[in-house]
């Protein structure tokens, strides 16, 4: 009876976490947790399919604990393999990383739930179960670290970075050409966290704010925060773009930028969303659908380095009430 409970129980879930495999993502849910939480998921259902393997005891599963474990993981290479094959047919990434994963689950259901782990000597189980919790953790912990940082964007909103954590990076990406950008610390003796742009001569170059709370339409202002360590100005465009920008064709882009020029120094930059609008045909800025916030500068005649203190959503009437982002000196 328990067999046979244990057996219902693992099959359901395992045709649950087959289904999820193949299933498009919703596009409500951020592309950044979805790929942090399919981490997980990729390594709890192998673990789930290795499980149901040895409840259903097929012949060709040799008996011999070590001869099981390199059959386990053969099957797991082969039936992760034909997984990400057949993933891009269903609107999914194919990632060969996963079969990694694939293969970290089928060794979890292995080495720590069959009961055939209990005819190795002691110490050997131990050193293998030692080795794989390592090996998950290596694997898991940034997908955990993106996923905590993800559920914090939302829990901070109307801030949008302050980077007290190096895990805030990861909100944003390239902009156009690949230029570094890091977070750090004790610039200019400011102790608090900033993030490190490096601006290339390249014709476009700076980052983008890619992954973020998308309803904007209680904030008339956008404001932002920024150290110049140069001599020299620098003239930085900010662009904000919603979905409708991106589900167009690109012949027919309107984009919402403000230019504005920084100081050596500290400066903090405002920009009116409200006051952002396109070409009469296309309307104004659809605050309750954001999908980016850009800042870059354009053919820079030499290499910058422009340090991010902060971002964040206000209404200027009532700007002061809000928390502050951080004390910047100077301010």
Not at 43 to 71: D, E, G, M, Q
Not at 155 to 172: K, V, Y
Not at 255 to 275: A, C, D, M, R
Request: net charge neutral; glycine share 6%; with cysteine.
């Amino acid at each position: 009876m328990i067999w046979k409970s244990k057996l219902f129980i693992t099959l359901f879930l395992s045709l649950v976490s087959f289904v999820l495999l193949f299933t498009e993502v919703p596009e409500s849910l951020s592309e950044r947790l979805v790929d942090a939480i399919w981490s997980f998921g990729h390594v709890i259902t192998f673990a789930l399919w290795t499980y149901l393997l040895v409840l259903l005891k097929p012949r060709f599963l040799p008996a011999n604990f070590y001869s099981r474990l390199f059959c386990v993981v053969f099957i797991a290479v082969i039936a992760g393999g034909m997984v990400e094959i057949i993933q891009p047919y269903f609107h999914r990434r194919r990632e060969l990383g996963d079969v990694w994963l694939n293969v970290l689950g089928a060794l979890a259901a292995v080495i720590y739930i069959m009961p055939e782990r209990k005819n190795i000597r002691r110490g050997m189980r131990w050193s293998l179960q030692m080795l794989l919790f390592v090996g998950l953790s290596v694997q898991l912990y940034p997908a955990a670290m993106t996923a905590t940082d993800e559920v914090r964007s939302y829990w901070d909103f109307p801030l949008l970075s302050t980077f007290d954590s190096t895990h805030e990076s990861g909100r944003w990406k390239y902009y156009n050409n690949g230029d570094p950008f890091r977070v750090v610390h004790g610039i200019n003796g400011y102790a608090e966290g900033m993030l490190e742009i490096t601006l290339s001569p390249a014709e476009y170059s700076g980052i983008k704010l890619a992954f973020l709370p998308k309803n904007w339409s209680q904030y008339d202002s956008l404001e932002i925060k920024f150290y110049n360590p140069d001599t020299n100005d620098i003239q930085i465009d900010g662009i904000v773009h919603d979905e409708a920008y991106l589900s167009r064709p690109k012949n027919l882009r309107k984009e919402y930028h403000k230019v504005f020029t920084l100081q050596p120094g500290w400066n903090t930059s405002i920009i009116p969303l409200h006051g952002l609008e396109r070409d009469p045909k296309w309307g104004t800025l659809d605050l309750t659908s954001i999908a980016s916030f850009g800042l870059f500068a354009y053919k820079l005649p030499y290499e910058r380095l422009l340090y991010l203190d902060s971002v964040r959503l206000i209404n200027l009437e009532n700007a002061e009430a809000l928390p502050n982002a951080s004390n910047s000196p100077g301010e």
